[in-house]
T-cell receptor, first 113, second 114 residues
Framework: AQSVSQHNHHVILSEAASLELGCNYSYGGTVNLFWYVQYPGQHLQLLLKYFSGDPLVKGIKGFEAEFIKSKFSFNLRKPSVQWSDTAEYFCAFSYSSASKIIFGSGTRLSIRP | NAGVTQTPKFQVLKTGQSMTLQCAQDMNHNSMYWYRQDPGMGLRLIYYSASEGTTDKGEVPNGYNVSRLNKREFSLRLESAAPSQTSVYFC?????????????FGSGTRLTVV
């Protein structure tokens, strides 16, 4: 079955540290890829998405993600995190014959001020 | 612009009670979804409605029913609540099939079954 793996359940960083959250999907065909963010007590919001074109995608709040097709990966990066980035991050993907988006289990990011 | 509105925000039920979670969107979206979120398990799809008049099961439909009342509204019903249904429930919508658009989520309903 198609699935998404997020390698880290909980990541703890200090402010100004660089961030990379891993994401791998299992599907051999063309995919659409998403990162969602859920701030404490809030609903999920779209951070960025990749449908086609440049595999380096820039999103809101300084986040970016790189699609590497050969590795089935879509890792999320930010050069310098802030305390306000404390949240849970969900990687997700879909494909043309799917009627839904498939979500990973999430990575909780905690930032030490 | 309200987006996706869910009611109630919080609910406590006794085992065996029934309730309906309401969801409405004002973006003229065709597709709507119900997910549950549990710690360490991410979001799991319960039911979805690709378009008005259609509903389909997701990964974890047992114990739930849905109604796509009209294009705006998609409700989730628990007929006989069980402690295993304690969770946070999110409704989402998208203009068409989610793979082409991404979802807009509601703010969630935190349900506790005792």
């Amino acid at each position: 079955a198609q699935s998404v793996s997020q390698h880290n359940h909980h990541v703890i960083l200090s402010e100004a540290a660089s961030l990379e959250l891993g994401c791998n999907y299992s599907y051999g065909g063309t995919v659409n890829l998403f990162w969602y963010v859920q701030y404490p007590g809030q609903h999920l919001q779209l951070l960025l998405k990749y449908f086609s074109g440049d595999p380096l995608v820039k999103g809101i709040k300084g986040f970016e993600a790189e699609f590497i097709k050969s590795k089935f990966s879509f890792n999320l990066r930010k050069p310098s995190v802030q305390w306000s980035d404390t949240a849970e991050y969900f990687c997700a993907f879909s494909y043309s014959s799917a009627s839904k988006i498939i979500f990973g289990s999430g990575t909780r990011l905690s930032i030490r001020p | 612009n309200a987006g996706v509105t869910q009611t109630p925000k919080f609910q406590v039920l006794k085992t065996g009670q029934s309730m309906t979670l309401q969801c409405a969107q004002d973006m003229n979206h065709n597709s709507m979804y119900w997910y549950r979120q549990d710690p360490g398990m991410g979001l799991r799809l319960i039911y979805y409605s690709a378009s008005e008049g259609t509903t389909d099961k997701g990964e974890v439909p047992n114990g739930y029913n849905v109604s796509r009342l009209n294009k705006r509204e998609f409700s989730l019903r628990l007929e006989s609540a069980a402690p295993s249904q304690t969770s946070v429930y999110f409704c989402a919508s998208s203009p068409g099939q989610g793979h082409n658009y991404g979802y807009t989520f509601g703010s969630g309903t935190r349900l506790t079954v005792v």
